[in-house]
């Protein structure tokens, strides 16, 4: 079992915050395959665990993290969690060749407005970037 897949499982708070916030980083590869394969068993063992959380709930990356095991397993374009999650920074998406930035425009650093493309499916999203306490990006879908 992975270190991850143990954490997961664990009922400890901090054990599954951590591993949560590792797996929406994970995009792809052997060791998102074992954690989807193990997914009805995740979702058991983690529900109810009070995960606390100051300024953002930590509940929202575990459920991100089930997102993200859900959409590996049923083989959709992991873009389709963009909208649904408020930590995306495009510029990382960029830069990790998962979209394509198609414009960015705004009237101050932490106000700003992005038009994004998935490589891989196509789809665009116009992304809304702001600030309270931490910077968040609200992504939508274009239709
Ligand atoms: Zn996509």
Redesign the pocket.
């Known amino acids: 079992m992975s270190t991850l897949l143990a954490d997961l499982l664990s009922r400890d708070p901090q054990r599954i915050w951590s591993s949560a916030c590792a797996v929406i980083r994970l995009h792809g590869g052997p060791a998102l395959d074992e954690l989807a394969a193990h997914l009805p068993k995740i979702e058991r063992e983690t529900a109810g665990v009070a995960l606390g959380g100051a300024l953002f709930p930590n509940s929202e990356h575990l459920q991100q993290a089930l997102g993200v095991l859900r959409v590996r397993r049923d083989g959709v374009?992991?873009?389709?969690l963009y909208p649904i999650y408020l930590m995306y920074d495009p510029e990382k998406e960029v830069q990790a060749g998962r979209v394509q930035m198609l414009y960015a425009d705004g009237p101050s650093n932490w106000n700003m407005n992005y038009r994004c493309r998935?490589f891989?499916?196509g789809?665009d999203y116009d992304v809304e970037q702001g600030e309270s306490h931490y910077a968040w990006w609200q992504w939508r879908a274009v239709q």
Do not use: A, F, H, K
């Open positions: 374009c992991s873009c389709r998935c891989r499916c789809t």
